[in-house]
T-cell receptor, first 112, second 113 residues
Framework: GDSVTQMEGPVTLSEEAFLTINCTYT??????LFWYVQYPGEGLQLLLK?????DKGSNKGFEATYRKETTSFHLEKGSVQVSDSAVYFCALSNQAGTALIFGKGTTLSVSS | DTEVTQTPKHLVMGMTNKKSLKCEQHMGHRAMYWYKQKAKKPPELMFV???????INESVPSRFSPECPNSSLLNLHLHALQPEDSALYLC????????????FGSGTRLTVV
């Protein structure tokens, strides 16, 4: 079945460091791909998305490119801030669009 | 309105109580979802409603009973829960199908005592 694999962390960085969180997927057909962020004690917020191969999603300095050839959707940010500390979930929507399938989440901790 | 609103934000209930969680959206989305999230884990799908009809039940125990009174509202009725049911319950919605993303509410943190 469809699945998402992401590095689990925790990832600990200093402020202004470069961030990469790896995400790969297994799916039939052409899924849509998402990154969600969850701050402590809150629900999930959509960070960015890509609906077809080679699309680049971007938001708040974060970027991810839908790579069909490597079945990947890695999250990057050039300079992280303390306020980026959160749990990041990679997810895919299967072709039928009936469910959102999550990776296990990556905890990011940024220190000043 | 681009939000999914969940009430209450926090709920403590005994194992013999009956309570309900509520979810509301006014984005015209035709699919609505209940997810359960335990600490440090990803959300797990419980139920999917599509056009107000239950389309997916992920083998959820009958002590959880979903209801979709209309296209904007989704309820989750709780009865005779166990302490292990304590979790964050998240509601989400999407346009018919989820290719364009799901909007999540901020959740109800449930504690069963």
């Amino acid at each position: 079945g469809d699945s998402v694999t992401q590095m689990e962390g925790p990832v600990t960085l200093s402020e202004e460091a470069f961030l990469t969180i790896n995400c790969t997927y297994t799916a039939t057909g052409y899924p849509s791909l998402f990154w969600y962020v969850q701050y402590p004690g809150e629900g999930l917020q959509l960070l960015l998305k890509a609906t077809k191969a080679d699309d680049k999603g971007s938001n708040k300095g974060f970027e991810a490119t839908y790579r069909k050839e490597t079945t990947s959707f890695h999250l990057e940010k050039g300079s992280v801030q303390v306020s980026d500390s959160a749990v990041y979930f990679c997810a895919l929507s299967n072709q039928a669009g009936t469910a959102l399938i999550f990776g296990k989440g990556t905890t990011l901790s940024v220190s000043s | 309105d681009t939000e999914v609103t969940q009430t209450p934000k926090h709920l403590v209930m005994g194992m013999t109580n009956k309570k309900s969680l509520k979810c509301e959206q006014h984005m015209g989305h035709r699919a609505m979802y209940w997810y359960k999230q335990k600490a440090k884990k990803p959300p797990e799908l419980m139920f999917v409603y599509s056009y107000e009809k239950l389309s997916i039940n992920e083998s959820v125990p009958s002590r959880f009973s979903p209801e979709c009174p209309n296209s904007s509202l989704l309820n989750l009725h709780l009865h005779a829960l166990q302490p292990e049911d304590s979790a964050l319950y998240l509601c989400a919605s999407s346009p018919s199908g989820g290719s364009y993303g799901y909007t999540f509410g901020s959740g109800t943190r449930l504690t069963v005592v």
